[in-house]
């Protein structure tokens, strides 16, 4: 079977891309080795947390400056009316299921499982009432026998906090029902929230425990199915705001997102198919004409006329570095960018310094083509987005789901209005 598009990867570029196309009426497969990053994310729309060590207010404000000093930057290679539109769509269209709450023009500060604000421009609505930028009264909830939660870590680092408003936390844990005891992890309590009315038990257990004016955060294990109608009923009968905190891997908030975006991909008529791995193209008159994917029993080659390659980076094996020093792209053999010298040294001591790799990936053009040294593209037909692209360092940024979402719409309209020919190639 043939497809006008085959997306490597499944994480949030690779998805991202293929429902743009999807929704587009493409035809569309995605292959990839796993679910990608989205189970470690807690979902939320990270634009542009940092610029350097400063904290950045306004995500397009602080993206506008930063590619003026950074033009191999992904979001150089997109204009802002570009990731206006990639993050509308996604809010109100891809994902509108989780309800998500925020501004490309200011960030929210929403704590982590550490208890650190982090700056981040969207996030789900079960999760946007943990905004610290107004400072007041919060009470961290906790469950005996879950170890990916810990109420009063949490609460003493919010507290230390330097941030706008005054902040007082506390830190409170409950006894689960004997039902839900024992060894728990996040995927376990999530799916008794959703089979077993833990929010009953939950109602009752913080009856009488928590203050008028006090926010109730709690882990983000409120269900996969029925999250969002579970957090409405507890700010009702609490009469609280209530916001959940994402937990340690795996995110229960980026399981959620994952299949959202899955299910409206095959509600779309595309397919996706994990535990596959791509292995290379075939290419005719220098464009990508299909791709092979390997499986249990053997290699297939699908035709396509267009590919997205969102296999990741150097943590997801889309980027490697092997024994003898060699940085390698894995499925088409991309150049990649950012690497030093093979004279120079590939990591620096500290764990948290400026490593030399640190934004090493695949350079492209404005439409997210990847190039070659000589600048022009490698294949016509060939787009890259997300983690596999050069010229950032999204964990230190805090840019990485923003880059992913951003550059998987922009890949996907590039291919929807394909870049014009010129007139020395259109000729020959």
């Known amino acids: 079977m043939s497809y006008d598009t085959v997306v490597v990867g499944a994480g949030l570029a690779g998805l991202t891309a293929a429902l743009r196309l999807t929704q587009q009426g493409q035809r569309v497969l995605v292959v990839a080795r796993g679910v990608g990053a989205t189970h470690l994310s807690p979902a939320t729309l990270d634009v542009l947390g940092y610029v350097g060590s400063a904290r950045a207010e306004s995500p397009a404000n602080s993206a506008s400056s930063l590619v003026a000093g950074m033009p191999d930057h992904p979001y150089a290679h997109v204009t802002e009316a570009q990731r206006r539109a990639a993050i509308a769509w996604f809010v109100t269209d891809a994902a509108a299921a989780l309800g998500y709450v925020g501004s490309v023009d200011e960030n929210l500060l929403l704590p982590t499982a550490l208890g650190v604000p982090k ?80 929010a009953d038990w939950l109602v009752s257990a913080l009856e009488g425990r928590v203050d008028p004016d006090e926010r109730i955060g709690i882990p983000a294990v409120l269900g996969l199915r029925a999250a969002d109608a579970t957090w409405q009923a507890l700010e009702q009968r609490l009469e609280r705001t209530v916001f959940e905190i994402s937990t340690l891997p795996p995110s229960i908030p980026g399981i959620r997102l994952f299949d959202v975006l899955t299910s409206a991909l095959r509600a779309g008529g595309a397919r996706v198919v994990l535990g596959v791995r791509a292995a290379g193209a075939r290419v005719e008159d220098g464009r990508i004409e299909a791709v092979a994917v390997a499986n249990a029993t053997g290699t297939v080659s699908y035709p396509t006329r267009s590919v997205v390659l969102a296999s990741g980076g150097f943590a997801s094996g889309g980027i490697e570095l092997d024994s003898f020093g060699v940085t390698r792209e894995t499925v088409f053999d991309l150049p990649v960018s950012g690497v030093p010298e093979t004279d120079h040294v590939r990591f620096a001591p500290g764990y948290f310094d400026s490593q030399p790799l640190d934004d090493a990936g695949i350079a492209t053009d404005e439409f997210l083509r990847p190039i070659g040294r000589d600048g022009r593209p490698v294949y016509p037909n060939l787009h890259a987005a997300g983690a596999t692209l050069g010229g950032a360092v999204p964990w230190k940024e805090k840019s990485g789901t923003g880059i992913s979402v951003i550059t998987g719409y922009a890949a996907a309209e590039a291919i929807l209005r394909p870049a014009p020919v010129p007139v020395s190639e259109s000729v020959r």
Do not use: C, Y
Request: aromatic fraction near 8%; charged fraction near 20%; charge should be positive.
């Open 119 to 198: 700056p981040t421009a969207f996030a789900p609505r079960t999760m946007a009432g943990g905004d610290l930028r107004s400072g007041g009264r919060f009470v961290f909830v906790g469950f005996k026998g879950f170890k990916d939660f810990h109420p009063t870590l949490i609460a003493d680092n919010v507290a230390r906090a330097a941030l706008p408003g005054l902040i007082a936390a506390r830190a409170l844990e409950l006894e689960p029902p004997a039902s839900a005891r024992g060894d728990l992890s996040g995927r376990v309590l999530a799916g008794r929230f959703d089979t077993e009315h833990l």
